[in-house]
């Protein structure tokens, strides 16, 4: 009799810790009776009945889990091989980022909700790219990505999904491609390093030949300075005999014979012709009389 009591308690209180359940943060529990969605268990503790309330396993992806994580999850998939418009194959590595809000639609208006974002994820990303070159797809991830999330976002609306973010890892092209794109940098980049240089050099010889201008237009403006400083001086120094001559009434003898020493000063030079002004002959016409004053001057002695 003992026994029996000791087994009853004992089924009992087994019986009871099955219909105690326990919900953490950010999970959910989906609970059936006799097969037949009941309720919706959120973080907590919970009380049902054995046997005819039971939980309802999700399916997710290979695995079955007994509750919803509501929490941002991270799908990676493996590369898939889309075709671009201009007919190259290449192979894209694409993560989405997505979160349950509606576990009741997660259950039951999917079967397999990993499977299905998948296998939507690849066709949806091969009619995008579909769409597009080869050098559209490799300079457009940004708006790809976005194209992505919108249609994603919209199809997995009905199975209470919200996906957040798609991002393009990796866009790999054929080995071919890589190899011509590779060539194609490295000719640009030889390219703009010709072209820099040659602006160097342009630049270069553009300061030297503005540099030579300045200093030929230095020198010249310091010879001109320098003529004029000295043409200054001379008429300055004829300007200052002529006034000694005048403050010292020289007679017209004297001029005479001033006139002769720079006449003799002029043939000097390699010139075998001498042209003399017609302003001259008015004071060599006084030569006579200084020639008749010399010969006075013999006389008396």
């Known amino acids: ?18 219909g105690i359940i326990i919900v953490r943060q950010a999970e959910v529990v989906i609970i059936e009776r006799f097969g037949k969605y009941r309720t919706s268990l959120n973080s907590g503790i919970h009380l049902i009945i054995p046997i005819i309330d039971t939980i309802r396993p999700i399916a997710f992806g290979s695995k079955s889990l007994m509750r919803i994580d509501l929490r941002e999850q991270v799908l990676d998939f493996p590369p898939q091989p889309v075709i671009t418009k201009d007919n190259v194959t290449m192979q894209i590595d694409t993560v989405i980022y997505y979160q349950i809000t509606e576990p009741y639609k997660a259950m039951y208006e ?13 066709t949806t990303i091969r009619n995008v790219i579909g769409d597009l070159t080869l050098d559209e797809t490799l300079v457009s991830r940004a708006k790809i990505n976005s194209e992505l999330q919108v249609i994603l976002d919209d199809a997995t609306n009905k199975w209470g999904v919200k996906v957040n973010r798609v991002e393009l890892k990796n866009i790999n092209p054929p080995a071919e491609i890589q190899e011509a794109m590779t060539k194609q940098m490295k000719a640009e980049r030889e390219k703009r390093a010709t072209i820099l240089l040659a602006e160097g050099e342009k630049q270069s010889k553009i300061l030297i030949a503005e540099g030579e201008r300045e200093s030929k237009i230095k020198v010249a ?10 043409a200054l001086g001379q008429a300055q120094a004829i300007k200052s005999v002529f006034q000694a001559i ?11 014979l001033k006139y002769l020493e720079a006449l003799e000063k002029i043939s000097n030079g390699n010139g075998s012709k001498i042209f003399i002004p017609y302003e001259a002959t008015g004071i060599l016409s006084s030569l006579g009389s200084l020639k008749e004053l010399f010969k006075e001057d013999g006389k008396k002695e």
Do not use: C, P, W
Not at 221 to 228: N, S, V, W
């Open 110 to 122: 999917i079967t397999n909700i990993v499977y299905a974002i998948e296998k939507l994820t690849i």
């Open 1 to 18: 009799m003992i026994l029996l009591l000791i087994f009853i308690i004992i089924a009992v209180v087994i019986f009871l810790s099955r």
């Open 221 to 230: 403006e310091g010879e001109q300075q320098a003529q004029i400083l000295v």
């Open 246 to 256: 005048h403050d010292g009434k020289a007679t017209n003898d004297v001029i005479t």
